[in-house]
């Protein structure tokens, strides 16, 4: 009886495991994933003796950078997943920093945290009458509020924030702290253990003190915003309602849905997001508001959510990657980013070694001839210009892009114009 | 045809028009609600207009936003969204800034030299894009906003001393070019000097024009653009034309920076104009992707940036153009879209109406005109 059954299993195509490899990483595996990264990353910092790469002030640094990034890709998931494109995060971001900055140095931080997001939800808005209502192509309404959104700021910023102390024409007055926390306890003996220098124990130290020390409360709302996203979109009826709106609307509208009504809810709650993003930048990052302050963040939140696949768990792997980055090149330390090329070339040789295994030879000896590359520019040179590491982030979405554009999956419907009735 | 003819053209014009009257409204609310006159900017800006020396000013820099324009509505034509039309022209102006700070050719050849350092440099930014996109699938908007980032960091390193840069004072340059390469002005008087290059910009205009609506490949192109599968089916390569799309883009995008490089500043600084990429996409919306169109557009978003300084002086803030631009682009894209509907509608109760009449069925058909050709 067992043989054919498990004949027949093996030949099913089932539809549990239909998703190609590596989409769906379960739990332990994904554990181990990054267990191996920190593992490689700590043996790199003992060989090359770059202990700033896992240093405690270097992750929280690579924290608080992450969180704006964060916001706006979860922003942008909200408005993806109903279908909407949001390429104007970038407007709703600067929104959200001058509303919050604006509010927080007259009426205190936590007025300002909900002002600014009121701000970015009213971009939010925009964008949903302009791409929802009067159905015009997605992209160009986001270029468009971002244009907006820029000009508004710098047009209300004197008016608003001009003849008060410590206020410009480009800068708001300084905004009071939201307060920050500290484990007691935890984080002294993470950062004792951090001195150490020990193979992995002190990375995963150092990783975790980044997580305890000096944070900032909408850091916490921020991390929270993850998981209660994912759940409210994939645990709740209305989460199954705004995501049919983005696989399929027509069938969505035949099963009683009011797409527009969540079209819009989801693009509003998506500049909500953003503007908090963006609050997090002119009141926690930077004690105030300043012109151009949001740098092409909200891009690169989006960026990160592709790079996650439009899941909310991949999308905070990408923002933390960015952030990461972003703290290597604030923090300096051209030997680490030296030291971090090492990692790099050891990441190649094992990507190859994978390709080998799974017989794609061609591909694993580019992959090789690469990884070789990197570490002759490693012993090679003491040093890496900065910009490099600038440019990282973007290089690596690229070619994550490049390597696995066929294994993304975005909502169905995502940027698609929808009528009502249209499915007649 | 010709019955249809002048309502087409009414439902073209009404677009843009309803469009700047309502940016013109809305800006007029939003100098109210600040406490200010409505009026008075508006004609201020209107009276600098008749300034020669502003009029010079106007049109050296709608060449710059014609270029680009133009590079983003190669793009829109074949559906392909190129907003990396602003890394393409910094980074291409920057590479003839540096190829023309080091190589001294005749004029005859270093002119030429610089535009195809431009021109090359643009595409192979663009058609990095463009090859993800056809082998690998890559959306387009999301590789140019990566590629655009990685310009800006290329741009940073080449402006560092040991690479391509020279410091003057506290500003990044890439050095003097050398007089073989600046391309000599039209002389206005006192007025200033027009680029020599904003004449490449009417040229590039006019070649959009033939290329797309005279060429086989013209065709082709905006055969894929307003339906892939349709072309695919007539034996287009799609794959093919996109990534001859992109490069063309690139191509032009390269272009952009190079009235002002050759004609004025001779080297890349720091004040180089940034941003024109991203306004292109704009004024080539405004402009409908029409090459007469988004010279006016070109025309009204220079006179906005160029009029709108004067307002500093008068109490006003200069901000408020900027905020007109965004009012512009966003009312246009509804205007447009229901007006379309709006037409689209009309014609088929008009249609509705003529079958039931009992005429023939396709005589008037004018919105397939694509296929019909």
Same mark, same amino acid.
């Given at each position: ?38 593992? %490689? ?136 702290? %939201? ?148 703290? %290597? ?96 | ?17 309803? /469009? ?41 820099? /709608? ?213 024109? $990429? ?64 709006? $037409? ?7 249609? $509705? ?21």
């Amino acid at each position: 009886m067992t043989a054919p059954t498990t004949a027949t299993d093996v030949n099913q195509p089932s539809l549990e495991h239909a998703p190609p490899a590596g989409r769906r990483m379960s739990w332990p595996v994904l554990c181990l994933v990054i267990a191996g990264a920190l593992a %490689l990353t700590s043996l790199v910092r003992l060989i090359t003796g770059a202990d700033g790469i896992t240093n405690v002030s270097q992750m929280s640094t690579a924290l608080q950078l992450a969180v704006p990034i964060g916001l706006a890709g979860l922003g942008g998931l909200w408005a993806e997943r109903a279908g909407v494109v949001n390429i104007g995060l970038e407007g709703m971001m600067i929104l959200g920093t001058w509303f919050g900055a604006w509010a927080g140095f007259q009426w205190g931080p936590w007025t300002g945290v909900l002002v600014g997001l009121i701000g970015g939800a009213l971009g939010g808005l925009l964008h949903a009458i302009v791409t929802v209502t009067f159905n015009v192509n997605h992209i160009v309404s986001g270029v468009a509020i971002n244009i907006l959104a820029l000009g508004a700021t710098r047009y209300l910023a004197p008016l608003a924030f001009e003849g008060r102390s410590g206020g410009s024409a480009k800068q708001s007055p300084a905004v009071d702290s %939201l307060g920050h926390f500290t484990v007691p306890g935890l984080s002294d003996g993470l950062s004792d253990l951090n001195d150490k220098g020990w193979f992995f124990v002190s990375d995963v130290a150092g990783l975790l003190g980044g997580l305890v020390t000096n944070v900032s409360w909408l850091t916490l709302i921020a991390v929270a915003l993850v998981p209660a996203t994912w759940w409210i979109l994939w645990r709740t009826a209305f989460g199954l309602r705004l995501r049919s709106c983005g696989e399929n609307p027509i069938a969505a509208e035949s099963l009683g849905v009011n797409v527009y009504k969540y079209k819009y809810l989801a693009v509003i709650i998506s500049g909500a997001l953003a503007g908090l993003g963006g609050v997090f930048l002119s009141i926690v990052a930077n004690p105030f508001y300043l012109e151009g302050q949001t740098s092409g963040r909200g891009y690169i939140g989006l960026a990160a959510m592709i790079f996650g696949n439009w899941m909310p768990g991949g999308l905070a792997i990408g923002a933390g990657l960015f952030g990461y980055t972003d703290s %290597l090149n604030l923090r300096g330390g051209s030997a680490n980013v030296h030291a971090l090329l090492l990692l790099g070339a050891l990441l190649l040789v094992i990507g190859a070694i994978w390709l080998a295994v799974r017989k794609k030879y061609v591909n694993a000896v580019i992959t090789l001839v690469v990884g070789a590359l990197v570490f002759a520019w490693y012993a090679g040179t003491n040093e890496v210009p900065n910009q490099v590491v600038s440019a990282t982030p973007y290089v690596i979405t690229l070619v994550v892009l490049a390597l696995s554009a066929q294994r993304l999956r975005m909502p169905k419907a995502d940027g698609m114009p929808y009528r009502k009735g249209q499915g007649k | 045809m010709k019955k249809f003819d002048k309502e087409r053209v009414l439902l073209a014009v009404a677009g843009p028009v309803i /469009a700047l009257a309502v940016a013109f409204v809305l800006s007029a609310i939003v100098l109210i609600a600040s406490g200010k006159n409505p009026v008075e900017p508006f004609a201020l800006m209107f009276e600098q207009a008749g300034f020669s020396d502003i009029q010079v000013l106007i049109v050296n820099q /709608a060449s710059m936003y014609y270029i680009a324009a133009l590079a983003v509505a190669i793009g829109f034509r074949m559906n392909l969204f190129n907003i990396g039309v602003d890394g393409q022209y910094q980074l291409a102006a920057m590479m003839a800034a540096v190829v023309g700070a080091h190589a001294n050719l005749p004029a005859a050849l270093q002119v030429p030299l610089l535009l195809l350092t431009a021109v090359f440099t643009g595409a192979f930014w663009s058609g990095i894009a463009g090859v993800l996109k056809v082998t690998r699938g890559v959306s387009e908007v999301v590789a140019t906003i990566m590629l655009n980032a990685i310009a800006t960091s290329l741009i940073v390193y080449m402006w560092k001393p040991d690479v391509f840069g020279v410091k003057v004072g506290n500003n990044n340059t890439t050095g003097e070019m050398h007089e073989s390469g600046w391309i000599p002005g039209i002389d206005m008087g006192a007025a200033g000097e027009i680029y020599g290059l904003v004449i490449l910009a009417v040229l590039l205009g006019i070649g959009y024009w033939i290329v797309l609506n005279r060429t086989r490949f013209g065709f082709d192109l905006r055969a894929s653009g307003a339906s892939e599968s349709a072309a695919a089916a007539s034996g287009v390569s799609p794959k093919r034309m996109v990534l001859t799309a992109m490069l063309l883009s690139g191509a032009i995008a390269g272009l952009a920076g190079l009235p002002i490089l050759l004609g004025d500043t001779h080297t890349y600084s720091l004040n180089f104009p940034t941003g024109i $990429g991203f306004l292109g996409i704009g004024i080539a919306l405004l402009g409908r992707n029409s090459p007469v169109g988004i010279a006016f557009a070109a025309l009204l978003w220079a006179w906005l940036d160029k009029a709108s300084p004067e307002l500093d002086f008068h109490g006003y803030d200069k901000e408020i153009a900027v905020i007109m631009q965004g009012l512009i682009v966003l009312s246009v894209v509804v205007s447009y879209e229901a007006v379309r509907e709006w $037409g689209l509608r009309r014609q088929q109760r008009r249609v $509705g109406a003529e079958l039931a009449a009992g005429h023939v069925l396709g005589a008037n058909n004018t919105t397939k005109e694509v296929a019909g050709r």
